[in-house]
């Protein structure tokens, strides 16, 4: 095979194992709205604790037929009500779960900061894309004890699918992120900066979702 034939197919490869389309979405998101921005990145990264979040129980009184719920506040709060958080939670934490068994890497994050933006000036379709991902894990002792969320032992890392789109479609380096010297807030604004001109932003909000760097790894490979 002829050299440059061989150089592109390499490439087609490539380009095939990052999927940068509208697909490439992230599934069963659970938005963290307390503590805030900074608040939890300070607590779950750079003093590691272990945050749990809100849920609730049934039980009967002894004089009482009705079964009454309880309520019990958490580390966290959510976008979900306690039913839907306690459901969205249980699937992030199998399919976490599965991902390491069978693949051994970890797909779940916390998402710092998400990036607005539009594939090109005339799109009406607004494209929303995470950008610093911090590793996960979720845990649950028992059916009467909350989910604590807690950092992974994995590389905190700016979402190396959105840096790769955006370096060769538009031109954008995204600065270099030390976890524990750089300041969030301050990064994310000098990623504005940068967007600017675009007419992008960036929200400074956290959520909890699975991302696979699978391919991207591969890609990486070759």
């Given at each position: 095979?002829?050299?440059?034939?061989?150089?592109?197919?390499?490439?087609?490869?490539?380009?095939?194992?990052?999927?940068?389309?509208?697909?490439?979405?992230?599934?069963?998101?659970?938005?963290?709205?307390?503590?805030?921005?900074?608040?939890?990145?300070?607590?779950?990264?750079?003093?590691?604790?272990?945050?749990?979040?809100?849920?609730?129980?049934?039980?009967?009184?002894?004089?009482?037929?009705?079964?009454?719920?309880?309520?019990?506040?958490?580390?966290?709060?959510?976008?979900?009500?306690?039913?839907?958080?306690?459901?969205?939670?249980?699937s992030l934490r199998d399919k976490a779960r599965t991902a390491i068994e069978e693949q051994g890497v970890n797909v779940l994050y916390v998402a710092?900061?998400?990036?607005?933006?539009?594939?090109?000036?005339?799109?009406?379709?607004?494209?929303?894309?995470?950008?610093?991902?911090?590793?996960?894990?979720?845990?649950?002792?028992?059916?009467?004890?909350?989910?604590?969320?807690?950092?992974?032992?994995?590389?905190?890392?700016?979402?190396?699918?959105?840096?790769?789109?955006?370096?060769?479609?538009?031109?954008?380096?995204?600065?270099?992120?030390?976890?524990?010297?750089?300041?969030?807030?301050?990064?994310?604004?000098?990623?504005?900066?940068?967007?600017?001109?675009?007419?992008?932003?960036?929200?400074?909000?956290?959520?909890?979702?699975?991302?696979?760097?699978?391919?991207?790894?591969?890609?990486?490979?070759?």
């Open positions: 095979m002829a050299e440059g034939m061989l150089e592109r197919r390499i490439e087609g490869w490539k380009k095939s194992l990052l999927d940068m389309g509208k697909r490439n979405r992230l599934l069963n998101y659970i938005r963290i709205i307390t503590p805030d921005f900074e608040e939890l990145y300070k607590k779950l990264v750079l003093e590691e604790r272990e945050l749990s979040f809100p849920f609730s129980y049934f039980y009967e009184e002894d004089d009482e037929e009705e079964t009454n719920e309880k309520v019990i506040p958490g580390d966290l709060t959510t976008n979900r009500t306690i039913g839907e958080q306690q459901k969205t939670l249980k710092f900061g998400f990036l607005n933006w539009t594939e090109s000036p005339n799109s009406k379709w607004e494209l929303v894309s995470p950008l610093i991902l911090v590793p996960v894990t979720l845990s649950i002792e028992s059916l009467t004890s909350p989910y604590v969320l807690k950092i992974h032992e994995d590389e905190i890392v700016i979402n190396p699918t959105l840096v790769y789109k955006l370096e060769n479609d538009f031109g954008i380096c995204l600065p270099e992120f030390d976890p524990h010297e750089s300041e969030i807030v301050e990064y994310l604004n000098s990623i504005q900066n940068l967007i600017d001109v675009n007419g992008w932003k960036i929200k400074q909000e956290c959520g909890l979702s699975l991302f696979s760097f699978l391919k991207m790894n591969m890609y990486s490979d070759l």
